[in-house]
């Protein structure tokens, strides 16, 4: 007897399969954000910094809060 999975089951499973891969490409993309800061290797854009302002925050914090 041959077993076809439901289409909601099919569904369920690669929801699943997503969020594990969308957790695991997340966790990278900050990791190397994290190393380019470290590192002294980014930009930070006029749009970054009005955003930085409005939260009171400065390049130092930046710097010293993304670990």
């Known amino acids: 007897m041959t077993f076809f999975p439901s289409r909601s089951n099919i569904f369920e499973e690669l929801s699943k399969n997503l969020l594990l891969l969308t957790d695991v490409m ?22 970054a910094e009005e955003e930085m302002n409005d939260d009171n925050l400065t390049i130092y914090d930046i710097e010293q809060g993304h670990r």
């Open 26 to 47: 997340f966790d990278e993309i900050i990791q190397r954000m994290r190393e380019k800061v470290t590192s002294l290797q980014y930009v930070m854009t006029l749009h």
